[in-house]
């Protein structure tokens, strides 16, 4: 989650009223990826992502509208839902989830991103977000993890976001003897969804802070390492910790080799 990186798209912005308004063919991108989503959640996704999908009632034909969703959530765990332009620094993003705002990049993928998008669109953000955040227990963590974003120094904030992006983003959760995605990363891509619970090839490993703490990742690929938690209190938990003294172990025990290709410089 490199949140300094040029973004390929526009950002939408509010009216006066802080409604965007979206074009059909953009609303019909929408309504495609949920109807291709649908059957692959209630087939790959976890229980609690897919009871927080019952409760928030994504329309399916439109672009939601995040004042709507901003009151769903108020009422159920004092969330809302923010436009934002498609990247903001990590400075802001910690200070979002620190204020229970969730900030959501107000474009939707073009049809050449369809299956897979390698930034945040509204429909990641929406469809893959804002189910978790009608539970408590996710959207205290995410709280958490702004608390301790504000508490950190700028070298620090690369490590803290690789315990949100190997869980609330990317991760996995055995149920019933089953890997089901818990991740939004997860739950809004049509093609790594499937991959992350079936693939022979990705890497599963057991939900450990401090391994997450020191694995590199990537955002234009398939995740080529999942962590998978066999109790949802394991991350829960984390609000109890102190996290940015767990960034400290993280950084002077130093970051493993990543498993995916480096990229060849230019």
């Known amino acids: 989650m490199d949140l300094s990186k040029v973004s390929n798209y526009r950002a939408k912005r ?8 979206y074009f059909k063919e953009e609303n019909l991108v929408w ?7 649908i059957p692959m959640i209630r087939r790959c996704a976890a229980t609690e992502y897919l009871e927080g999908f019952e409760r928030i009632a994504l329309p399916k034909d439109r672009v939601p509208d995040c004042r709507d969703l901003s009151e769903k959530l108020g009422a159920l765990t004092g969330w809302k839902v923010t436009p ?8 802001r993003f910690f200070s979002m989830l620190a204020n229970r705002e ?10 050449k991103d369809f299956d897979y998008i390698t930034e945040p669109d509204i429909f990641h953000e929406l469809f893959g977000h ?6 408590m227990r996710f959207a205290e963590f995410s709280r958490a993890i702004g ?16 315990l949100y992006w190997f869980s609330i983003e990317f991760g996995l959760t055995r149920q019933n003897g089953e890997i089901k995605a818990l991740g939004s990363g997860l739950a809004s891509s049509p093609s790594e969804l499937r991959y992350s619970v079936s693939s022979n090839v990705a890497k599963r490993r057991e939900f450990d802070i401090m391994d997450i703490l020191r694995t590199p990742y990537r955002i234009d690929t398939h995740q080529p ?3 998978v938690l066999d109790d949802l209190d394991d991350l829960f938990g984390a609000t ?4 940015n003294a767990d960034v400290s172990k993280a950084r002077f025990l130093g970051l493993f080799e990543p498993e995916y290709p480096l990229k060849k410089s230019a």
């Open 84 to 91: 934002v332009p498609a990247l903001i620094p990590f400075e």
């Open 130 to 135: 804002t189910p978790l955040l009608t539970d």
């Open 14 to 21: 509010p009216d006066a009223w802080g409604s965007i308004r």
């Open 147 to 162: 608390q301790a974003g504000l508490r950190a120094g700028r070298l620090d904030y690369s490590w803290l976001i690789r």
């Open 102 to 111: 969730f900030p959501a990049a107000s474009f939707i993928r073009g049809r």
């Open 31 to 37: 309504a495609d990826l949920y109807s291709q989503q």
């Open 240 to 243: 109890e910790r102190d996290l």
């Open 225 to 227: 390492i999942y962590y």
